[in-house]
C-alpha cells in the first residue's frame, strides 16, 4: 500500500494477500525502509494518482508487476519507467465520476448562491432584525455558458448536469469528439472567452499543468467562475488568487489545490470562493466502486488475465 486507502479496501486485499502499509508518506522514501525479504516479496503496488512512484522506487521491488491506482488519475506514476521495468498500471476509470460531477455542481451552485454568507446572515441574527435585509440579488444558472475542459467520463456527467440546470455547454478537449453534439472550441482561450463558468475536468499531466493561467482567467472575464474538480496542478494558483483579489473573475469553486494539503491563505478569507478538501469521489457508492475495480485489476494480475483498467503505456521508443 503506496499511500492510505479507506480501511475498508485495505481488510479486502488482506482476505486474499498479504498486506504491506500503508507506508508513510513519501513512497519514494519509505519503500527503500522495507525489508530485503519484503522488497523481494512485493509483487503489486496499490496506490493513487496523487503519489509519485518513480523508477527509484519501482527498481527496489524487483517483483512488483502491477501498479493499480484508486481512481481515475495515475499522474503520480512513470509510465515509461513502469514499461521499461515490466511493471502494468491500472486504475479506475469512471468509478467516481458522477460523485464528482456531483460535487462539481455544488461548488458552482455555492459559488454562485454564496450560501456560506447566507448562513452567517442567519447565525448573526440579521434575519431577525429586519426581514427585508436578505444578502444581495445573485444571478443564477439559468441561460449560464458553461465551458468543460476535458470532455471525458466525468466531464460528459457534468455537461449532462449543467444542460438539466438549462446552461449551454460548449468544451476543449485535446480533439474534437465524434459522439458528441456540444460546440467544440479547438482552444482553452477560446472555450474561457465564450464561457461565464469554466469547469475544470481535464487528466492532470506535465502537458496541461497551469492550463488554466493568467490569460484563460482573463478570457474568462468579470462575470466568470472557474471550477476545479481535476487536479490543483491544472491551475495557475498565484494566478487565480490574484484575479479572485482584482475581481478579474468573479469567483472560484474548487476541491483541488496545486500543493495539497496546503491552500494559500488568500484563498480562504476571499469570500467569493467555495472550498472544499478533495472529497468529490467521497461517496459510499464511489468508494465502493473504485474499490471494487482495485481488486478486480489485482485479483485479474496475480490470476494471469488481462487487467480490467489498464493505462495506455508509451510505447517502447518513448520509454527509452
Known amino acids: 500500500m503506496a499511500t492510505k486507502v479507506p480501511a475498508a479496501l485495505v481488510e479486502r486485499l488482506a482476505a486474499s494477500y498479504r498486506v504491506l502499509g500503508p507506508l508513510a508518506p513519501p513512497f519514494e522514501t519509505s519503500v527503500a525502509t522495507l525489508s530485503a525479504d519484503d522488497l523481494q516479496s512485493v509483487?503489486?503496488?496499490?496506490?493513487?494518482?496523487?503519489?509519485?512512484?518513480?523508477?527509484?522506487?519501482?527498481?527496489r521491488l524487483p517483483n512488483a508487476g502491477l501498479v493499480a491506482c484508486l481512481g481515475s488519475g495515475y499522474e503520480g506514476v512513470d509510465l515509461a519507467a513502469a514499461r521499461a521495468l515490466g511493471i502494468r498500471v491500472a486504475h479506475s476509470p469512471g468509478a467516481n465520476a458522477s460523485s464528482v460531477a456531483d460535487a462539481a455542481m455544488g461548488l458552482l451552485i455555492a459559488c454562485v448562491r454564496d450560501f456560506a454568507s447566507g448562513r452567517e446572515f442567519i447565525r448573526g441574527g440579521h434575519w431577525l432584525q429586519s426581514e427585508r435585509a436578505r444578502p444581495?440579488?445573485?444571478?443564477?444558472?439559468?441561460?449560464?455558458?458553461?465551458?468543460?475542459?476535458?470532455?471525458?467520463?466525468?466531464?460528459r456527467k457534468i455537461a449532462a448536469r449543467a444542460e438539466a440546470f438549462e446552461m449551454h455547454v460548449a468544451y476543449h478537449n485535446r480533439r474534437r469528439l465524434l459522439d458528441v453534439g456540444y460546440p467544440y472550441h479547438a482552444t482553452l482561450l477560446d472555450l474561457a472567452t465564450w464561457a461565464d463558468v469554466l469547469v475544470v475536468a481535464a487528466r492532470a499531466g506535465d502537458g496541461n499543468r497551469h492550463a488554466v493561467d493568467r490569460n484563460v482567467l482573463a478570457a474568462l472575464g468579470g462575470d466568470g467562475v472557474v471550477i476545479n474538480i481535476s487536479r490543483g496542478s491544472t491551475i495557475d494558483?498565484?494566478?487565480?488568487?490574484?484575479?479572485?483579489?482584482?475581481?478579474?473573475?468573479?469567483?472560484?469553486?474548487?476541491?483541488?489545490?496545486?500543493?495539497?494539503?496546503?491552500?494559500?491563505?488568500?484563498?480562504?478569507?476571499?469570500?467569493?470562493?467555495?472550498?472544499?478538501?478533495?472529497?468529490?469521489?467521497?461517496?459510499?457508492?464511489?468508494?465502493?466502486?473504485m474499490s471494487d475495480m482495485v481488486l478486480a485489476n489485482v485479483d485479474a494480475f496475480f490470476a494471469g488475465r488481462a487487467l480490467p483498467a489498464p493505462v495506455p503505456q508509451p510505447d517502447a521508443a518513448s520509454a527509452r
Do not use: K
Open 136 to 155: 444581495p440579488v445573485a444571478r443564477g444558472l439559468t441561460g449560464r455558458n458553461v465551458g468543460i475542459y476535458g470532455l471525458g467520463v466525468i466531464g
Open 43 to 59: 509483487r503489486a503496488i496499490v496506490s493513487v494518482g496523487t503519489v509519485t512512484i518513480g523508477r527509484a522506487a519501482m527498481e
Open 237 to 289: 494558483e498565484a494566478a487565480l488568487v490574484d484575479a479572485l483579489q482584482r475581481g478579474v473573475i468573479a469567483g472560484a469553486g474548487l476541491d483541488v489545490f496545486e500543493h495539497e494539503p496546503q491552500v494559500p491563505p488568500a484563498l480562504l478569507e476571499l469570500p467569493n470562493v467555495a472550498l472544499t478538501p478533495h472529497i468529490g469521489g467521497n461517496t459510499i457508492e464511489a468508494q465502493t466502486a
